[in-house]
């Protein structure tokens, strides 16, 4: 039984502190954790990390949505991956010991949880579950990037494309008079990196997914029919 003095986790209030990178710390970690633990609230277009940065921390997001890029020297940009409720991000360059490979910013409102590098490699060296756990989130990410490479050989760009909508609307979309409805986060054209298709395929994308009545545009309001509503047309 833990002592009623006894240093209260950091990330024991968390929705998802069960499956938290941290949860298996000692109990003489606790307290080490805590010292190096913030959160921050993030504005869209705010800046978690720059591309090529110091690692700082593992950074959690507890709420919101990040968009994880990669910027060329031409000045151009694609979007690798998002970022989610529950998602870990920046600890590959800090188990990496080195610089951050992509720019994570917010496309939402955001709240990212950090634990500071000093700490979180304290934290770690002491509790071997939580570089399991850490090890374990690199492995997930793998995984998911196969997964993607295998969707692109297998399934069209139009299934890949509502896919992805769906992702984002059944995250972050309002019912609205039986229907789903989201602000679209993302521009076109990174839409276009995410499902991997030339930035002029996916206004011809969009136009099939309105014309099969599953999805309505106007500009980046997007509505999708809900699942209930399968013979209805959204316009």
């Known amino acids: 039984m833990k002592p009623a003095d006894a240093t209260p986790h950091p990330c024991s209030q968390c929705p998802m502190y069960r499956t938290s990178v941290w949860e298996p710390a000692g109990a003489g970690s606790v307290a ?15 800046v978690l990390f720059a591309e090529g940065s110091e690692n700082r921390g593992v950074y959690c997001l507890s709420g919101g949505l ?19 409720r529950g998602d870990v991000i920046g600890f590959r360059s800090f188990l990496g010991d080195g610089v951050h490979r992509t720019e994570a910013r917010a496309l939402l409102p955001s709240r990212v949880c950090t634990v500071a590098r000093h700490d979180a490699e304290r934290v770690v060296h002491a509790s071997p579950p939580v570089l399991a756990r850490l090890a374990g989130r690199a492995v997930d990410e793998l995984d998911a990037a196969r997964e993607r490479i295998v969707a692109t050989m297998g399934r069209s760009n139009k299934a890949r494309l509502a896919t992805l909508l769906t992702e984002l609307m059944e995250r972050h979309g309002t019912q609205e008079d039986g229907y789903l409805r989201m602000h679209l986060p993302l521009s076109r054209a990174d839409l276009a990196d995410l499902v991997g298709v030339q930035r002029e395929t996916v206004s011809r994308l969009i136009r099939r997914l309105e014309d099969d009545g599953s999805f309505h545009f106007a500009c980046r309001e997007v509505w999708m029919r809900h699942p209930g509503m399968r013979n209805r047309a959204i316009g």
Do not use: E
Request: proline letters at 3%.
């Open 32 to 46: 080490i954790l805590n010292r190096g633990f913030t959160r921050r609230d993030l504005q869209p277009g705010d």
């Open 66 to 84: 990040i968009a994880l890029r990669t910027h060329r020297d031409d000045g151009t940009s694609s979007l690798l991956r998002l970022a989610y």
